[in-house]
């Protein structure tokens, strides 16, 4: 397991990793939402009404970080993340 700060422009978040039985659980976690893998369910983060971002097919929180955003919760899409900006991107935003 990987658990590590994340300095942001505006604030910290902290970047886990749990390797699983068939793949890594990967989730960055800030002030305002937090930014996960596809591991986690977005219907469930939408309902608790949490920002919330998806990067898809990452292993580790470096992948979070640079992958690409490709869904977001309603909370989030207020907050100014969107699809296809970087993990840090929308983790900035949520700082």
């Known amino acids: ?16 990793s749990i390797p699983m039985p068939n793949y890594n ?3 960055a976690v ?27 097919g990452v292993k580790s929180v470096d992948e979070l970080l640079d992958g690409l955003v490709k869904k977001v919760t309603s909370a989030a899409a207020r907050r100014g ?3 296809g900006m970087t993990g840090l991107q929308a983790l900035e935003k949520l700082a």
């Open 1 to 16: 397991m990987e658990i590590r700060d994340i300095e942001l422009k505006k604030g910290s978040a902290v970047g886990i």
């Open 25 to 27: 659980l990967v989730l």
């Open 30 to 56: 800030a002030k305002r939402g937090f930014v996960m893998c596809g591991y986690l369910d977005m219907a469930t983060a939408e309902k608790l009404k949490d920002a919330a971002a998806v990067v898809t």
């Open 81 to 83: 993340i969107r699809i």
